[in-house]
């Protein structure tokens, strides 16, 4: 069963049929609920990939039993997901982060552009993107992802797909 239509309500992720009926709710997990948390983002492949603004790990989500817990990637050094895209077989996921420096915070705002492997689920690239939060991925005939940012840094990134 594929999906008709989904649309991010925060907290939860809701299918709709095509008529704009619910048919079914993902919702966050208990220990991401007890936090500020929400989904910043989702893609289907063929599991559904979750982000949250607030949180250091993917939560994956198997499409045909959304009742079992999802399985989850853990994303050093980062404090946040702000977007992912799918190209060829990897996810690059847009991460919010702080730079340190000797182990300390240092309060300076950094974005990390991480590469996931679809088969072994683990991070098999790390990029230093910008020094704003990355708003946005999209991806040039499946051989570079361009990475954009917010206004304070105001670039975009090119990198090139292995």
């Known amino acids: 069963m594929g999906l008709d239509q989904s649309q991010g309500c925060g907290d939860s992720i809701v299918e709709l049929k095509k008529t704009g009926t619910p048919q079914r709710r993902i919702v966050l997990p208990d220990d991401l609920r007890s936090m500020p948390s ?11 990939w979750t982000g949250c603004s607030d949180s250091v790990e993917l939560c994956l989500w198997q499409i045909n039993n959304l009742k079992q817990p999802p399985k989850r990637i853990s994303l050093p050094g980062t404090s946040g997901v702000t977007c992912m ?6 996810i690059w996921v847009g991460c919010r982060g702080w730079s340190r420096v000797g182990g300390l915070c240092d309060g300076q705002l950094k974005s990390l552009v991480l590469v996931v492997d679809l088969d072994s689920l683990t991070v098999t690239k790390e990029l230093l993107a910008h020094s704003d939060s990355i708003q946005t991925l999209c991806s040039a005939e499946d ?14 990134a090119i990198w090139q797909v292995d």
């Open 143 to 156: 051989r570079y992802v361009l990475s954009g940012s917010a206004r304070r840094d105001g670039k975009i």
């Open 85 to 90: 895209i799918r190209v060829k077989s990897k």
């Open 38 to 48: 929400c989904f910043s983002c989702f893609i289907v492949v063929p599991e559904i």
